[in-house]
């Protein structure tokens, strides 16, 4: 953003630095720096085509590939909404929620979730395409990161404790 302002006060004849006048009795020099932003129209990229996102089976699974993380991230939401939601209406913890039947209901969320999002990413789409103001892909990114740590912290939580954390 200081290269686009810069180089918008260059073609304007603007310069960005300017030198405040030192006085004679003080031996340190100060230096203003001027920052102005530009109009908003100007801030914006020129309509690019979108990017072309390759669809092969190998960039989509590596390991900076948008299948990994998203994927991940989708079911760490699911998990832990999903383990605190039982633990609140059963009272049961992490552990005995997988003994007792957890594992297939996880395996089939963990399918279906997977399927659905590898879907689009094989047909060329990508989620930064499908990104809104509110639900942007960064924000899914994050929360999904955070669920992750949460399910982590929940299930370590729950082990050193020897029971529910939220009984």
Not at 109 to 119: F, K, P, Q, W, Y
Not at 131 to 144: D, F, R, V
């Amino acid at each position: 953003m200081a290269a686009v302002n810069a180089s918008l006060m260059a073609m304007n004849g603007a310069t960005l630095l300017q030198r405040k006048p030192a006085e004679r009795s003080t031996t340190s020099r100060q230096l203003r720096v001027k920052c102005m932003a530009g109009p908003k129209e100007s801030r914006q990229s020129p309509s690019t085509p979108p990017e072309k996102v390759s669809t092969k089976f190998k960039d989509v699974f590596a390991f900076s590939g948008p299948a990994p993380e998203t994927i991940n991230g989708r079911l760490a939401m699911l998990g832990f909404v999903s383990a605190v939601g039982v633990e609140i209406a059963s009272g049961r913890d992490l552990f005995s929620q997988l003994a007792t039947g957890g594992v297939p209901l996880f395996l089939g969320s963990a399918i279906l979730l997977s399927v659905a999002s590898v879907i689009p990413m094989f047909k060329g789409v990508s989620k930064e395409s499908k990104s809104q103001e509110i639900m942007s892909s960064g924000a899914e990114m994050l929360n999904g990161r955070f669920a992750m740590l949460g399910l982590v912290a929940l299930a370590l939580t729950e082990y050193l404790k020897g029971g529910p954390l939220i009984s």
